[in-house]
């Protein structure tokens, strides 16, 4: 690795290079088909995916920038650190290092900086995609019995889906200085791409604050106000706050990576989120390719969240994300005062 890129340059592409390898274990532990699901709380499930791939992050960056503070989503109850050897990655990715530090950035310590860890976004859809993937009817049939948390509604729209829900898993690291997120990863598992003929499965999108984006085409905004929102938790507050938006499409769809990707690759122009679920780990690294790419993430009444090891966990009052100022400032002015006071009461 080169040494002579700035600190946050090279832990950017380290995470690049990080996450490429989890997303490669998010894949190997659904082709085992063992998931080793725990539920951790209502409508919040843990797998065996998230487990592994939390490791080897935090284990990877940790053994190269040892003063980082990191979060990650998941509790390591036997604090086990030790993993195995081919989890440990040292590369950076290559184009990723060739970028221009802001001059803000360049003076940065490790000790400055908390990294916050999603390694699995979108479990609830990882674990009905592996649903899906029973290609036997009888097999599926008796999982679907088995399945702890899923109703005929959301198996009926699973069987639409074309088994898509794959694609709505991402692997989040995002890197913060000051509370502020400043660089992210979004990598994606299963993207399906020809390369060179080729196909290939995954894909890792990437940003710098004051520095650029990359790893996916960006697109314009769409026309008419597209809304992406929650497919698996939503409420009776999360549906009021998208009734009022009045929206042409809101697309219910997994993951706080894959709705940002959306706003990124100008499937949709606005994410509202009018609940308290959502976590800093969920938005942190999102946060920071969405603003770097020209678009907004606050809460629902528009201040946007900190992000130092001291700062609660949950994101309290919501999210609101946009693609561009003028979008992130119509939603924020469309929530009405009594949705604000119940979220903040909540
Ligand atoms: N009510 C809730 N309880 C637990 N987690 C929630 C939640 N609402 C949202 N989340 C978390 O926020 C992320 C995005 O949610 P959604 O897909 O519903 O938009 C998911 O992250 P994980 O899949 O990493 O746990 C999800 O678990
Ligand atoms: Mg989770
Ligand atoms: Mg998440
Ligand atoms: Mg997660």
């Not at 284990?59 to 190269?64: D, E, G, K, T």
């Not at 040892?66 to 030790?82: A, F, S, V, Y």
């Not at 709505?168 to 200085?177: C, K, N, R």
């Amino acid at each position: 690795m080169s040494n002579s890129a700035p600190l946050i340059v090279r832990l950017l592409a380290s995470s690049v290079s990080v996450a490429n390898r989890a997303g490669k274990i998010v894949r190997d532990v659904m082709s085992k088909g063992e998931l080793g699901i725990v539920e951790k709380g209502k409508d919040d499930y843990q797998t065996e995916a998230d487990r592994s791939a939390q490791k080897c992050i935090i284990a990877s960056l940790s053994a190269q920038y040892p003063k980082l503070c990191i979060i990650g989503e998941e509790d390591n109850p036997d604090n086990e650190t030790e993993v195995p050897s081919d989890w440990l990655i040292v590369d950076a990715d290559k184009e990723v290092l060739l970028l221009n530090c802001p001059d803000s950035l360049l003076g940065v310590k490790e000790e400055d900086i908390v990294v916050w860890v999603d390694p699995l976004d979108g479990t609830a859809e990882y674990t009905q995609g592996a649903l899906m993937l029973k290609r036997n009817p009888w097999e599926r049939g008796k999982m679907y019995l088995m399945h702890p948390f899923i109703s005929m509604k959301w198996y009926l729209s699973l069987l639409q889906s074309n088994y898509g829900f794959l694609e709505h898993v991402t692997v989040l690291i995002g890197i913060a200085v000051n509370e502020k997120p400043v660089a992210g990863v979004i990598h994606q598992p299963y993207y399906k791409s020809i390369v060179d003929g080729e196909k290939k499965l995954g894909r890792t999108i990437w940003g710098l604050q004051e520095a650029g984006v990359g790893g996916f085409s960006s697109a314009a905004p769409p026309d008419s106000l597209i809304i992406t929102t929650t497919r698996s938790h939503s409420n009776p507050l999360v549906e009021k706050a998208l009734q009022v938006m009045e929206a042409s499409q809101i697309l219910r769809v997994g993951g706080a990576g894959y709705k940002v990707l959306q706003l990124l690759e100008g499937q949709a122009s606005v994410y509202v989120f009018a609940s308290p679920g959502c976590k800093k780990w969920d938005t942190c690294g999102p946060e920071a390719i969405l603003s770097a790419a020209g678009g907004k993430l606050t809460d629902i009444v528009g201040n946007f969240y900190k992000y130092g090891a001291s700062e609660s966990r949950p994101n309290k009052m919501g999210v609101l994300a946009a693609v561009n100022d003028d979008l992130h400032k119509y939603a924020i002015s469309k929530i009405p005062q009594e949705l604000k006071e119940a979220l903040a009461n909540k």
